[in-house]
């Protein structure tokens, strides 16, 4: 990768990393729904007169279909199914678990699309969800009576997130970066516009809540999303969610000073061995992996 590439890549993933923390943070006072269709609107808002400016505005109509298939199941879903986990998972371990994202791009590319692995890859599928097992195992790791089912949300948003990534590269590569993101993000927040209308919190948000949403909508969503298309279209699928490698690190950290969370040995044992994995899958390490 370019110097370029790599520098957006640690930005993104400074800005997702934090944005696992404030979502925990946040969705006490607003709930899953509310939270995550002011993420998305903000998000859409901010970046609309830079679109118009630009003169990208008629590109959302090129591709209806296909932009609404990415906005569902691709963008609304994952951040509700986030949203939800948020509950209930510290920060740290739902960046841990999320970051399972390239493992599933890994495998949907081996069953999908014949691509071959090869033995250091293939054992860094097994390590990765073994790492999952040790962060799961017991009740140390989970906030709640519900934490497992929060779990398997985490593990279902990675693996939708590579089935979307692979769709945006294959349907929409040609959509610019700009007009994708605020087209994805508008047509998410609309459709979850409802939701959150019905769900919306009987008690005002306090100041620091709404400080965490604009957070949340402008530099994680906003500004992320489009270094992520970005670099999905420069870097290809698999190495663009190598992002999700980096942001434990960002979040683990940060969810410690900020919220207090404890991080017990269960956690970075289990984090230590999912990332493992997950170089492994990417073909990272070791250099030449393959056979």
Same mark, same amino acid.
Do not use: C, K
């Given at each position: 990768?370019?110097?370029?590439? $790599?520098?957006?890549?640690?930005?993104?993933? =400074?800005?997702?990393?934090?944005?696992?923390?404030?979502?925990?943070?946040?969705?006490?006072?607003?709930?899953?729904?509310?939270? +995550?269709?002011?993420?998305?609107?903000?998000?859409?808002?901010?970046?609309?007169?830079?679109? $118009?400016?630009?003169?990208?505005?008629?590109? %959302?109509?090129?591709?209806?279909?296909?932009?609404?298939?990415? /906005?569902?199941?691709?963008?609304?879903? &994952?951040?509700?199914?986030?949203?939800?986990?948020?509950?209930?998972?510290?920060?740290?371990?739902?960046?841990?678990?999320?970051?399972?994202?390239?493992?599933?791009?890994?495998?949907?590319?081996?069953?999908?699309?014949?691509?071959?692995?090869?033995?250091?890859?293939?054992?860094?599928? $097994?390590?990765?969800?073994?790492?999952?097992?040790?962060?799961?195992?017991?009740?140390?790791?989970?906030?709640?009576?519900?934490?497992?089912?929060?779990?398997? /949300?985490? %593990? !279902?948003?990675?693996?939708?997130?590579? $089935?979307?990534?692979?769709?945006?590269?294959?349907?929409?590569?040609?959509?610019?970066?700009?007009?994708? #993101?605020?087209?994805?993000?508008? !047509?998410?927040?609309?459709?979850?516009?409802?939701?959150?209308?019905?769900?919306?919190?009987?008690?005002?948000?306090?100041?620091?809540?709404?400080?965490?949403?604009?957070?949340?909508?402008?530099?994680?969503?906003?500004?992320?999303?489009?270094?992520?298309?970005?670099?999905?279209?420069? +870097?290809? &699928?698999?190495?663009?969610?190598?992002?999700?490698?980096?942001?434990?690190?960002?979040?683990?950290?940060?969810?410690?000073?900020?919220?207090?969370?404890? =991080?017990?040995?269960?956690?970075?044992?289990?984090?230590?061995?999912?990332?493992?994995? #997950?170089? %492994?899958?990417?073909?990272?390490?070791?250099?030449?992996?393959?056979?």
């Amino acid at each position: 990768m370019r110097t370029r590439d $790599v520098v957006e890549l640690l930005l993104l993933s =400074v800005l997702w990393g934090a944005a696992y923390l404030f979502m925990r943070a946040a969705v006490p006072a607003f709930g899953p729904g509310p939270l +995550i269709a002011l993420r998305m609107a903000i998000a859409a808002a901010v970046l609309l007169p830079l679109l $118009v400016w630009r003169g990208g505005v008629t590109q %959302l109509a090129a591709h209806p279909v296909a932009l609404l298939v990415l /906005a569902l199941p691709f963008t609304a879903l &994952p951040f509700l199914l986030l949203g939800f986990s948020a509950q209930h998972l510290t920060a740290g371990l739902l960046s841990v678990l999320n970051a399972t994202a390239p493992l599933f791009a890994a495998l949907l590319a081996h069953f999908m699309f014949h691509e071959r692995l090869g033995r250091w890859r293939s054992a860094g599928l $097994v390590i990765g969800f073994a790492g999952v097992a040790l962060l799961t195992a017991g009740s140390g790791s989970l906030r709640s009576a519900d934490g497992l089912l929060a779990v398997v /949300a985490v %593990l !279902v948003t990675s693996a939708l997130w590579s $089935v979307g990534a692979n769709f945006t590269r294959r349907r929409l590569g040609g959509m610019d970066s700009l007009a994708l #993101t605020v087209g994805s993000l508008a !047509v998410a927040s609309m459709a979850v516009a409802p939701l959150a209308a019905l769900t919306w919190p009987a008690q005002q948000p306090p100041l620091r809540a709404w400080i965490e949403v604009v957070f949340l909508g402008v530099a994680s969503s906003g500004l992320g999303f489009l270094l992520y298309y970005r670099l999905l279209r420069r +870097i290809g &699928p698999v190495r663009a969610m190598s992002v999700t490698f980096l942001n434990p690190v960002v979040a683990l950290i940060a969810g410690a000073l900020y919220l207090g969370e404890s =991080v017990t040995w269960q956690t970075l044992a289990g984090a230590a061995v999912v990332l493992l994995g #997950t170089a %492994l899958s990417l073909g990272l390490w070791p250099r030449r992996s393959g056979v």
